[in-house]
């Protein structure tokens, strides 16, 4: 595999990103699939842990992908790259209490952070604008804060 369709791979997640529409919504659906699968690992097993170590990996993978993606897509922040609502809904589940109803948190964390993501307030625009695989990631990371504090609200509810 080359350089080139080694990042488009990766930096789509596994190809989702490359949907024909909303490659962001279905790049999210693989950070669901990742804290489903935190939750499926082991049965009563730390998920908060094993959602923080699948964030810092897919957060550092982002950023090293995403300064070669601008490069090999020809654009600051490219569509198909998607690893970074990965990593932004990571960051929407995490300290969530995901046992208690799993699949109610992990659709209105989705939803949240979608919206969130699409809408991008304040400081998630500015974000965009540090350099390359940061900016990119960045701007769901925050989007990712503001979806898990309204979870956080929502849950307690």
């Not at 596994?14 to 790049?27: E, N």
């Not at 992908?65 to 995490?94: Q, S």
Request: proline share 7%.
């Amino acid at each position: 595999m080359s350089h080139d369709v080694g990042v488009k791979f990766l930096g789509s997640f596994f190809g989702l990103g490359l949907a024909p529409f909303a490659p962001g919504t279905f790049g999210t659906l693989g950070g669901v699939l990742l804290g489903w699968l935190a939750l499926e690992i082991e049965p009563g097993a730390p998920t908060q842990t094993y959602l923080g170590v699948a964030f810092v990996v897919v957060f550092g993978i982002g950023i090293v992908l995403g300064n070669r993606a601008t490069t090999d897509w020809g654009t600051k922040d490219p569509g198909g790259f998607v690893i970074d609502e990965v990593a932004g809904y990571l960051v929407a589940l995490f300290l969530l209490p995901l046992h208690e109803k799993p699949w109610l948190v992990l659709g209105g964390a989705f939803v949240a952070f979608r919206l969130f993501d699409i809408t991008k307030p304040p400081p998630c625009r500015r974000a965009e604008f540090a350099p390359a695989g940061t900016g990119i990631m960045l701007d769901d990371v925050i989007a990712g804060i503001y979806a898990n504090l309204v979870m956080q609200v929502v849950v307690r509810l």
